[in-house]
């Protein structure tokens, strides 16, 4: 009895394990995606010609990332982020779109699973609009605590 025991726990330890490990991967791949996403924006001519000084967003702040709004927070992120494609996708610089857009789809695909809205999560809208480097700051951060705390799936 105590082998079974004992097998059952070093099964739930290793899925713990392997589970922690897997959210702590998709921290540093978000992370990494940003990171690039960051580097075709500020390299686009759009960037250098009409944003770089007062390009404001919806920012949600961390303490808004709670169990009940990890969806709309996410997805207000990945609104912005549209929008920036949007624009530089109008300047004729499609190389750098399309590969903000393949950056992005790959970002979504680490989308929360959707929340338990208990209560009520501010529209995106309603978030204040901050500079650029303080969303781009912001959003690194909820993604962080996204995988670092909470058991989301991936999609």
Known sequence: MN???????SIILMQSFQSNYSQSQ???????????????FEGSEY????????????????DDYTDACTQPVFDCYYEEFQVILQEVSMTGEENIAMQMRNTLEHIKTYRPSESDMVGSCKKCEEYEEEPYDEFVNRFESITQK?????PHKKR
């Not at 998709?26 to 075709?40: F, N, Q, T, V």
């Not at 960037?47 to 961390?62: G, H, M, P, S, V």
């Not at 996204?146 to 909470?150: I, K, Y």
């Open 146 to 150: 996204m995988h670092v705390n909470g």
């Open 47 to 62: 960037w250098k010609r009409n944003y770089q000084r007062d390009l404001r967003l919806y920012t949600a702040r961390t």
């Open 3 to 9: 082998l079974c025991i004992m097998w059952i726990f």
């Open 26 to 40: 998709s921290g540093k791949i978000i992370k990494k995606e940003l990171d690039a996403l960051r580097k075709l």
